[in-house]
């Protein structure tokens, strides 16, 4: 069994446990037998009595079950992980397990994400191996994360209770299962939180992901990997559609430059150690089982519950619009990207040879106005949002982002098929269902 710890909302691995390693234990002794003691004798039996002890401590504390600490106040400073053990390692494997003919096994990154957890069930349900893996932090409501854990255990996927900063844990994964695939999702999102945590975006999006790839590029086989990227790489450009081939560097957040970043660190682990690497740039995606921190979401929220809503406008009345793209759509482009992902071609940390290196936007190819979401929200939930108007505030948001989705089409056959009207009708089908107190049943 191993053991990790993180202080405050960062997901982090500083503290480790090891049983193993008790450098302090042998120079406290020192200390106590220069102190106190001067027979021999003595000091053999008060080490064995310490050492006791501590084997004590250790054996007794559970190995399954991650203890989080029962006062809630707390639960934000201090996360302990817990891995390992015959049991542990019997659900990695039989949760990926490849079902059918020529499936994949996948480790899925974020599964209790937003994202994740549509990936994950979708590629289950087809018959593909799929193991889950997450950090649980707080940066939105964990219980959401714990639901949508429940409702993957479900459906035969085991998500991991762990940190793509552990380095320890992902290679005793691929010790466990030769993943054919990563689908890469464990992130820090958000556009304007960066501002107010941006440790958290360049430890997940940057720390993380090169923590992820070390690893990838060391084991054999090495897999295949797809992760997301974003549309906010655009920035500040004003050519629309945004095409792949644009210009992605002038980024308006903290956010979108760990991304950018993440795109160029892929470029390093394809053309150093024969990677294979996917990225795909989503357009703020929506639908049930979605992220509280995103405006749909708390629009829906907050409109229920008659408070005032903040409606973002550019310069002059300018119109803020996004190309909202429904979940169902962007998990067909995710198992697309997965499926027509070529094999890496190193392995033992070497290149053999060149492999595929890939970004695609996936987003709806048609942008609607902020305003319109709220009225769409309005018509469905039977209720007039209180609407304030507010300057476009500078902390990262650009006015519009609309996706030029032709190479996906040719590359990955994408095609997205939900409109936003009919995407919001399912998201609020779900969001009442879920917090009318119906949360188990919610589908
Ligand atoms: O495509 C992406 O890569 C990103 O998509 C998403 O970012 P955004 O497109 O900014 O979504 P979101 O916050 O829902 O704001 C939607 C609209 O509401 C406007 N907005 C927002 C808040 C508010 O109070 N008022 C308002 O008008 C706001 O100006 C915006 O026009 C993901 O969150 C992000 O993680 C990333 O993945």
């Known amino acids: 069994m191993k053991q990790m710890s ?3 909302n960062i997901p982090s691995t500083p503290g480790k446990f090891k049983m193993d390693k008790s450098p302090f234990i042998h120079h406290h002794h020192g200390r106590l037998r220069w102190q106190w003691h001067s027979s021999l004798a003595k000091l053999t039996f008060w080490s064995f009595l310490f050492l006791g002890l501590i084997f004590l401590f250790f054996f007794r504390s559970p190995s399954s079950s991650s203890p989080l600490p029962s ?3 707390r639960r934000s400073l201090r996360h302990t992980y817990s891995w390992g053990g015959p049991a542990w390692e019997k659900r990695v494997r039989s949760s990926a397990r490849v079902r059918s003919r020529n499936g994949i096994s996948v480790l899925v990154t974020g599964a209790a994400g937003f994202v994740g957890t549509h990936v994950s069930s979708a590629l289950k349900r087809r018959g593909d191996g799929v193991l889950g ?7 939105y409501d964990p219980s959401l994360k714990r639901a949508r854990q429940a409702l993957l255990e479900r459906t035969g996927v085991f998500v991991v209770d762990g940190d793509i900063n552990d380095s320890d844990l992902l290679k005793k994964l691929f010790e466990v299962v030769p993943f054919t695939h990563v689908m890469h999702l464990a992130a820090q999102a958000g556009v304007r939180y960066a501002m107010e945590n941006p440790s958290s975006y360049v430890h997940s999006n940057i720390a993380g992901l090169v923590s992820l790839l070390e690893v990838c590029k060391e084991v054999n086989p090495q897999p295949a990997i797809v992760w997301a990227s974003s549309s906010s790489v655009y920035g500040l450009n004003s050519k629309v559609p945004f095409s792949e081939r644009d210009r992605t560097d002038q980024p308006a957040s903290l956010y979108a430059a760990t991304k950018k970043a993440g795109e160029e660190i892929a470029h390093t682990y394809n053309h150093i150690y024969g990677l294979s690497l996917t990225g795909l740039r989503f357009f703020t995606v929506y639908g049930p089982w979605g992220r509280p921190d995103m405006a749909y979401f708390f629009f829906t929220r907050d409109i229920l519950k008659g408070k005032a809503i903040s409606i973002f406008e550019a310069a002059n009345h300018g119109t803020v619009a996004r190309d909202f793209t429904y979940i169902d759509d962007i998990v067909k482009g995710c198992l697309a990207a997965l499926d027509t992902a070529e094999k890496s071609t190193g392995s033992g940390g070497k290149k053999k040879g060149r492999a595929q290196l890939r970004v695609f936007n996936l987003g709806n190819t048609s942008p609607v106005p902020v305003s319109d979401l ?17 300057k476009l505030p500078r902390n990262g948001d650009v006015q519009f982002t609309h996706a030029n989705i032709s190479l996906a089409q040719r590359e990955l056959g994408y095609k997205p098929t939900t409109d936003l009207q009919t995407g919001l009708k399912k ?5 009442l269902s879920y917090y009318s107190g119906g949360k188990k049943a919610a589908g």
Do not use: G
């Open 6 to 8: 993180h202080l405050d």
């Open 427 to 431: 998201f609020v089908r779900w969001y």
């Open 133 to 139: 893996l997450d950090n649980f932090n707080d940066y």
């Open 71 to 73: 006062d809630p106040s």
């Open 374 to 390: 709220v009225s769409i929200l309005e018509r469905l939930l039977k209720v007039k949002a209180k609407r304030n108007i507010m």
